[in-house]
């Protein structure tokens, strides 16, 4: 199967890049420089998803459509919207790696738990931008693999766009989503709110979503203020993992009927900008919360928990245009300040079993300037410098506390040149840190010790050619990520495992994209990513692992879709994604002799508009039925087989949608 795909593959990315270039696309973009900027122009490799595109998939989940779209790989870790997201190949660690952002501000979580993507009214979403390769300078820590900017709607003065959709099907799902906004001369406004109730795949898997975000904007005559608030509430079952045996005997079952979680989140964003001759100035004030319970019920009791979080951002920067040989550049500098407090409270069988808190404060500054060599030759040089204080405390019982700071820098230097006829290459090099998580530090017990994790840092390289025409669209890059001190969960550390700073580890890895408007009513595009992650050393519980494969990290990576107007109202899309075999979690040492099998999914969605304003369609999701599972772990209690999370099977969807666009 994996060699008919890359058969196929090959030769339609071949044959993008072989084409005569028309006229050139000149996208803007946002997230490398935190200014808008020309796409083409940028030594980066960014995937933009557009709107459109997500409303090309059969899926409502954003996770689902980032796999689709982005080249990137998806986990589902705990029977929840939320996969975890792995861009380049990081494994269990991919979150931690891979930072998702909100209009430019960071909503990864500095906990062990994946970005809140359904807490996002999807109707919200303008684009998203996925920058491959370190995004640290921009944005600081846990950009090493890259960094997923998810950018929602603003209307353009005197424009008028609204939609509501319903949708019901598989597995008991029934959803609502609407989204209005208006913008006027001067002030314009907008809101989002979805809902969705399922009953779930599995046993005890029901899951329950609300959602809204609305906006406010006034376009000032140099600039534009906004606000804009968000608020979210989830209701989740937890099935749980299975063993082996159990998924062979049937995968939808449960044994935890009891497990659930909750949760609720606000964010409040104030900012603006301001246009002064050729220069730029903005800034964003942010305040995030999320309250969360949990409850895990065993033959013993009930262990239970709460968690609250505050985060607040501010982030002020400043775009300057300067002249020389001849030329416009820009240099661009900028601050970020956050603060990050964090409370838990757990009890087991009603009894007080552990209470922590935790604060985080981080300062930095950054620069990048952005400079013309020649014509078609851009440079860019780049630097950050931040401040990080944290403490940890373990209130009960018995209580410790452990405090730290350190200093951090990141930097990026890279090259753009054009070649014309569409063509152009890149090449950049960079160093990117990553802190510890709370969770990654929360460990108050022998043989943990009482340090803190040291930082992660980790040195990039990249080359990419890229091409774009009219019809034609290609990438390709080639990267490599030498890291020191990784921070990752090692299982081989007695006597039940460790989050440790590891010997030097590599990621590797090959990424060609291609799109193509075959005719005027029918666009293919497809992706492939090649990806070799590997301990460069080390010796744990006296296991030496050098030269052995980071677990979960898939050797290929394969995604294809295609989009039919088959008549002036009707579109046909279908989307396909392969991913390939990976060592199981837990299985460091590549001693357990099997590996997660490799699964590809088809989709496929039919619209039909049959009036000027209402659309149908018809989804399905997983067309051939296929049994999967995204997550596996070597069992403990067994280790000759294995534990995982048996994924949705075929499920069909309707949905009726009324659009003002």
């Known amino acids: 199967m994996l060699r008919t795909l890359l058969s196929l593959l090959a030769g339609f ?44 998939s059969a899926s409502s989940n954003l996770g689902d459509i980032l796999a689709q779209f982005g080249l990137l790989q998806v ?58 390769g370190s995004g640290t300078v921009q944005y600081g820590s846990g950009a090493t693999g890259g960094t997923i900017n998810i950018i929602t709607r603003r209307p353009a003065p005197g424009q008028t766009r609204g939609q509501a959709l ?83 005997a049937d995968p939808r079952q449960t044994v935890t009927p009891d497990d659930w979680r909750e949760r609720e989140g606000s964010q409040v964003v104030v900012g603006g900008a301001h246009q002064f001759g050729r220069h730029e100035a903005s800034a964003d004030l942010s305040y995030r919360t999320k309250h969360s319970r949990f409850a895990a019920v065993s033959l013993f009791g009930a262990f239970e928990g709460n968690t609250n979080v505050d985060q607040w951002l501010f982030t002020p920067r400043a775009k300057f245009a300067y002249d020389a040989l001849g030329r416009t550049h820009d240099l661009i500098v900028g601050m970020d300040f956050e603060g990050w407090d964090y409370g838990s409270a757990s009890t087991f069988a009603g009894a007080p079993s552990a209470q922590l808190t935790s604060e985080q404060q981080n300062a930095a500054f950054y620069a990048q300037t952005n400079f013309w060599l020649a014509p078609r030759t851009r440079a860019v040089l780049a630097g950050r410098k931040q401040h990080l204080s944290q403490r940890l405390s373990l209130q009960f019982p018995p209580s410790d506390e452990r405090t730290g700071s350190d200093n951090l820098e990141a930097y990026e230097a890279a090259l753009r040149q054009g070649f014309g006829g569409g063509w152009s290459g890149y090449a950049k090099y960079g160093k990117s840190f990553r802190v510890a998580t709370f969770d990654e530090n929360a460990c108050f017990f022998p043989p943990c010790g009482n ?23 290609g990438r390709a890059s080639a990267y490599q990520i030498d890291l020191e001190n990784e921070i990752y969960f090692s299982p081989l550390i007695p006597p039940f495992g460790q989050n440790i700073n590891l010997s ?29 992650a590997k301990f460069r050393s080390g010796v744990y519980g006296g296991v030496d692992v050098s030269g052995k494969n980071v677990p979960l990290v898939p050797k290929a990576l394969v995604t294809a879709g295609a989009s039919w107007t088959f008549a002036p109202r009707s579109r046909f899309n279908t989307n396909l994604r392969y991913v390939g075999e990976q060592y199981f979690d837990n299985d460091q040492a590549n001693t357990f002799g099997r590996q997660v099998p490799a699964y590809t999914l088809v989709d496929m969605k039919l619209e039909h508009r049959f009036l000027p304003r209402w659309e149908a369609a018809l989804e399905v999701r997983n067309l051939f039925d296929k049994q999967y599972f995204s997550y596996g772990a070597v069992d403990p209690a067994n280790p000759t087989s294995y534990t995982a999370l048996p994924a949705p099977q075929r499920a069909v969807y309707a949905s009726l949608a009324w659009r003002l666009d």
């Open 166 to 248: 319903g949708r019901f099907g598989g597995y008991g799902t029934h959803e609502a989503r609407a989204a209005f906004d208006r913008a006027g001369e001067t002030f314009g406004g907008g809101i989002a709110a979805s809902y969705e109730d399922t009953d779930g795949y599995r046993a005890n898997s029901r899951y329950r979503q609300s959602n809204v975000a609305g906006r406010l904007d006034a376009t000032l005559p140099n600039g534009r203020l906004y606000l804009k608030v968000m608020a979210d509430e989830q209701r989740a079952r937890l099935p749980g993992r299975l063993t082996e045996a159990q998924i062979a």
């Open 504 to 532: 030097p580890t590599r990621r590797r890895g090959l990424e060609l994209e291609g799109l193509v408007r075959a005719t005027p009513t029918v666009d293919l595009r497809a992706g492939l990513a090649l990806l070799d």
């Open 451 to 473: 340090a803190l994790l040291k930082p992660q840092t980790g040195l990039g390289s990249e080359l990419g050619l890229e091409y774009e025409s009219g019809r034609w669209r």
């Open 13 to 56: 990315l071949a044959g993008a890049f072989a084409s005569l270039c028309l006229a050139q696309d000149d996208a803007v973009v946002v997230t490398a420089t935190r200014f808008a900027d020309s796409k083409r122009d940028l030594p980066v490799g960014i995937t933009v998803i557009t709107a459109d595109d997500i409303r090309k």
């Open 75 to 132: 986990r589902d870790l705990a029977g929840t919207q939320n996969q975890q997201l792995d861009l380049r190949g990081f494994g269990i660690t991919g979150d931690q790696n891979t930072l998702v952002l909100l209009d430019g501000l960071r909503i990864s979580e500095n906990e062990l738990e994946s970005a809140q993507l359904s807490s996002i009214p999807i109707d919200s979403i303008e684009r998203i931008e996925i920058v491959r």
